[in-house]
C-alpha cells in the first residue's frame, strides 16, 4: 500500500475552505447516506447542514477544529470537525469533546485516512482539555462502528437525528 501521505495532504481549514467543505460535506454524506431518504428529506438537510454560510460558522467556532484531506490533485477527499460535545448527553460533562464529523469520500477509503484524521482531532481535543469523548454514529453503520471501537469508544445511549422529516436512530458513543 502506498503512503498516505504521498497521496494526499491533511491541513487545518480555514474560513476560505467554507464552500469547499459544503460541496464536500454535502458529497460524502449523500454518498454515505443519500440512500436512505426521500429526495426532499435529503435536500432539507443539506440546504441547512452543508452551505458554505453553515460551514463558516463551524469554522468560526473558537470551541472547534476543522482538518481537510486534500488529494494530490488538488481534489478535497476527506475532512474531520472536532470540538465540544454538541451530542444529547445526560448529565454531560462540561469538558466534554466529540468528534462530529469525520469522512472520506467513498474512493479513497482503505488508504487509513481516517486514521490520520482521527490522530489529528484526538491530538487537538486532549490540547483543548476535552474529555471525556463523545461520537455520534448511525445505528447501522457498522463500518464506523467497528473504525470508532478501535479507538475505545463504545455505546452509551441513542438518539434520533433528523434529516427533514426522517429521523435516524443513532448511537452515542463515548470513550
Not at 47 to 62: G, I, R, V, Y
Not at 109 to 132: D, F, K, V
Amino acid at each position: 500500500m502506498p503512503d498516505t501521505a504521498d497521496i494526499a495532504t491533511i491541513r487545518r481549514a480555514t474560513a476560505a475552505d467554507a464552500a469547499a467543505l459544503a460541496e464536500l460535506g454535502a458529497a460524502t454524506f449523500t454518498e454515505t447516506f443519500g440512500h436512505l431518504y426521500p429526495p426532499e428529506d435529503l435536500q432539507a438537510f443539506l440546504a441547512k447542514s452543508h452551505t458554505p454560510e453553515s460551514w463558516a460558522q463551524t469554522l468560526a467556532d473558537p470551541k472547534r477544529a476543522v482538518w481537510l484531506v486534500v488529494h494530490e490533485s488538488g481534489r478535497n477527499i476527506g475532512f474531520l470537525v472536532v470540538g465540544a460535545c454538541k451530542l444529547p448527553v445526560e448529565q454531560l460533562e462540561p469538558s466534554a469533546g466529540e468528534i462530529q464529523q469525520l469522512y472520506v469520500l467513498a474512493e479513497f477509503h482503505n488508504l487509513r485516512l481516517g486514521g490520520r484524521l482521527m490522530a489529528l482531532g484526538l491530538e487537538w481535543l486532549e490540547s483543548q482539555g476535552r474529555t471525556p469523548l463523545y461520537i455520534g454514529v448511525w445505528s447501522e453503520n457498522y463500518g464506523a462502528q467497528r473504525f470508532y471501537g478501535r479507538y475505545g469508544f463504545s455505546k452509551v445511549g441513542e438518539y434520533g437525528f433528523p434529516v427533514g422529516k426522517t429521523v435516524d436512530r443513532e448511537f452515542i458513543l463515548k470513550r
